[in-house]
């Protein structure tokens, strides 16, 4: 242990001093700017991207090379710079065999139906570095439309075991598909409630009875018909979703109205699989982390919401026996290791999986009343649950939001003792 503790420390010294030297023969160096890295990692806010765009291209004009390249274009890409295609197809020309460029040239293709030279480029990626995550992601769901579930598989294998999923965020989608029923149909976002999901069933054999329907693929023209195929309620046919997606452009082309937020026919698919599913008597649920339109808020207040879900579907069930079931599961079943960890406690407050844990403590507040009156008894437990794995990870607005619910309930003296050291009067 000793050998290599001190084999550590020599490489620092030696970094230390090579910075030391070209700090001194450069007096005018320009700093190299963070890595890009997929937003399935890490999020900043628009302003953030371009101005990370900005500064990995003087950092390329001063050093120019590859790597400093690649990261000018992801950067490109999330600003949205309107030369981002001629920046990309200038980089490829340059470094044909760069993973990065030649992932961000398939996802230049996405949507279209051909979807052979997409694969052409992330094969390529990944031939050149087997390793690289960000090329098996796009890989799984194109392998996925062409109906080749054996190499959509063997992508969220290799996803799996590159550990780029971080434990919180896995342990998130294994509590959503543990807060659900039995066949449930659960609707989910973007990339941090779908890959996991998925992979946990389809590669660990975890709630395999759920079926995963992902909002912003109902977009495209073939996952509606797959999604079919692989378990959904029968809520369309290749006719019919033909003439919704005619229709839907024509009123979009007539109103002059841009794309929603959800994409065009999202929501309208989501209905029509809530409508199926109750007549098939199958719960349909959507994920905390959906980015609510007027159509979903809608949904959402004529149903329950139940934590990380809300159901959507009519239920016999009084809500009262179904908050104490759900939040029962959340006290028993829920796993917290990645919560507890100290990548997550360290990260910064745009680190994706920290966003994505505190859904945790927006389901808490947004529940707390209902708590408060139909589960009582588990109010104590709840609260040392939040104390113990999610309070010092939120954001002071909403840290201070729970206070406020947690104090204004106080026969828990437990809760109470905490209420005074907040300086909140019971």
């Known amino acids: 242990m000793r050998r290599i503790i001190s084999l550590i420390i020599t490489v620092s010294l030696f970094t230390g001093v090579f910075m030391s030297f070209n700090s001194v023969c450069i007096a005018d160096d320009v700093v190299r700017p963070e890595e890009i890295l997929s937003k399935r990692l890490v999020v900043y806010d628009d302003e953030t991207y371009a101005k990370l765009e900005q500064l990995w291209k003087e950092y390329n004009d001063k050093f120019p090379s590859e790597y400093a390249y690649s990261n000018w274009a992801y950067a490109a890409r999330?600003?949205?710079?309107?030369?981002?295609?001629?920046?990309?197809?200038?980089?490829?020309?340059?470094?044909?065999?760069n993973p990065t460029l030649l992932y961000l040239k398939a996802l230049i293709g996405l949507g279209k139906s051909d979807n052979a030279e997409i694969i052409k480029y992330l094969e390529k990626a990944i031939s050149i570095d087997p390793g690289y995550t960000d090329a098996w992601f796009v890989l799984a769901v194109q392998y996925m439309t062409n109906g080749d579930e054996d190499r959509a598989n063997l992508a969220l294998k290799n996803v799996l075991e590159s550990g780029v999923i971080t434990d919180e965020v896995m342990d998130y989608n294994y509590n959503m598909l543990m807060s659900l029923?039995?066949?449930?149909?659960?609707?989910?976002?973007?990339?941090?409630?779908?890959?996991?999901?998925?992979?946990?069933?389809?590669?660990?054999?975890?709630?395999?009875?759920?079926?995963?329907?992902?909002?912003?693929?109902?977009?495209?023209?073939?996952?509606?018909?797959?999604?079919?195929?692989?378990?959904?309620?029968?809520?369309?046919?290749?006719?019919?979703?033909?003439?919704?997606?005619?229709?839907?452009?024509?009123?979009?082309?007539?109103?002059?109205?841009?794309?929603?937020?959800?994409?065009?026919?999202?929501?309208?698919?989501?209905?029509r699989i809530i409508d199926s599913a109750e007549r098939s008597g199958r719960p349909v649920y959507l994920s905390e982390t959906l980015y609510m339109t007027d159509r979903l808020t809608e949904l959402v207040d004529n149903g329950q919401t139940l934590g990380l879900v809300a159901l959507v579907t009519k239920t016999d069930v009084p809500y009262r026996d179904r908050l104490h079931d759900v939040y029962s599961r959340w006290l028993n079943d829920f796993r917290t290791e990645g919560l507890r960890g100290w990548r997550l406690r360290h990260s910064p407050e745009t680190d994706a999986g920290r966003m994505l844990a505190v859904n945790y403590g927006m389901a808490l507040v947004g529940n707390l009343e209902a708590i408060n009156q139909y589960a009582p008894d588990l109010r104590g437990d709840l609260f040392r649950w939040y104390l113990d794995n999610i309070y010092d990870i939120l954001r002071t607005d909403i840290r201070d939001r729970t206070i406020a619910l947690w104090c204004s309930n106080t026969d828990v003296e437990e809760i109470r003792d905490w209420c005074r050291k907040m300086g909140v009067k019971p």
Not at 78 to 97: M, N, T
Not at 254 to 269: M, Q
């Open 78 to 97: 999330y600003a949205g710079d309107e030369k981002y295609q001629d920046i990309l197809d200038k980089g490829l020309e340059k470094y044909p065999a």
């Open 181 to 271: 029923d039995r066949d449930a149909v659960l609707i989910t976002n973007g990339d941090n409630d779908t890959y996991p999901g998925w992979i946990l069933q389809r590669i660990l054999d975890i709630r395999p009875d759920v079926t995963i329907v992902n909002r912003s693929l109902l977009n495209t023209d073939w996952y509606p018909i797959q999604v079919v195929e692989q378990g959904a309620p029968r809520f369309i046919t290749s006719s019919e979703l033909e003439q919704l997606r005619n229709a839907i452009n024509e009123k979009m082309k007539k109103d002059k109205s841009g794309i929603p937020v959800g994409g065009p026919y999202g929501d309208t698919l989501i209905v």
